[in-house]
């Protein structure tokens, strides 16, 4: 996914993604353009825009915001640009990603959320997206996600993952489940915690030694109804038995 910058001059700002694959140009402005856009006939940019600005042409087909005031992404946040291939949020201050924030954006293809704050995103936020390729959600704040949030994105051929804080423990096991039953190529970057994992790479855990179950159908915290969970590498050692959080669904393991 590599990184990203922004260039101008001779009248037209670039820009591009080292090694991603993705260069997209920027005429002087023509017509309606929101406060602190630039935008051509299919292409915009927002920098430093306090909110999400709407006012765009519906057969949009670029856009990126980059530090931003944005706080959150909330349901149908671009239901009015459904022509969109590219949504790019780069060094934005908003935390949250709220279910269906991509709604209605059917032909939406790379999907790169990076750099930003976003400590929780919700299992349904990507809903829909049913021509996605390229998703990062790389450097952000996120410790786990949740279970079956690429449900329905059977189109996706590159995931980017890496430069999140992820929690090694039950949160995760969903994600080495998924891992080898996709046609994608994951990123995910290496643990955060619990201390024993710290700084292993997640495709290094074996899932089939993890040892995760719910007790009462609850997800009360560690002491109040969960068993510890134990992760291991591939070569069988034991790496740590910390208190977990593991999702309902784990109930079987």
């Known amino acids: 996914m590599g990184g990203a910058g922004i260039l101008g001059g001779a009248g037209f700002l670039l820009w591009w993604r080292a090694g991603g694959g993705v260069v997209v140009a920027w005429r002087p402005p023509k017509g309606k353009c929101p406060l ?10 927002c920098e430093g825009s306090p909110d999400l600005p709407v006012s765009f042409s519906p057969n949009l087909l670029s856009l990126s915001f980059v530090r931003t005031g944005v706080t959150q992404l909330k ?7 459904p022509s969109l291939h590219l949504l790019l949020f780069t060094s934005n ?5 709220e ?7 059917s032909h939406l293809q790379y999907l ?3 750099d930003n704050e976003i400590g929780s995103i919700s299992k349904n936020a990507l809903r829909g997206l049913r021509s996605l390729t390229h998703l990062s959600l790389a450097n952000n704040h996120l410790e786990a996600l949740p279970r079956f949030l690429f449900r329905g994105l059977e189109t996706l051929t590159h995931v980017d993952l890496r430069g999140n804080p992820f929690q090694c423990d039950c949160r995760v096991l969903w994600l080495l489940q998924w891992m080898p039953t996709v046609n ?3 990123g995910t970057g290496a643990c955060a915690g619990p201390a024993a994992l710290s700084h292993m790479q997640l495709r290094h855990l074996d899932p089939e030694t993890f040892k995760c179950r719910a007790i009462g159908g609850g997800l009360s915290r560690w002491g109040a109804g969960l068993t510890p969970c ?24």
């Not at 856009?37 to 940019?45: R, V, Y």
């Not at 349901?75 to 640009?81: K, N, T």
């Not at 279910?99 to 954006?105: E, Q, R, Y």
């Open 36 to 45: 602190r856009c630039s935008c051509s006939k299919d292409s915009a940019l």
């Open 75 to 81: 349901a149908g946040s671009f239901l009015r640009i």
């Open 93 to 97: 201050s908003f935390s949250v990603i």
């Open 99 to 105: 279910d269906d924030a991509f709604a209605g954006l």
């Open 112 to 114: 790169f959320i990076e």
């Open 184 to 186: 994608a190529s994951v």
């Open 230 to 253: 134990r992760a291991f590498s591939r070569r069988g050692k034991t790496l740590s038995k910390q208190p977990c959080l593991p999702e309902p669904q784990f109930s079987h393991l």
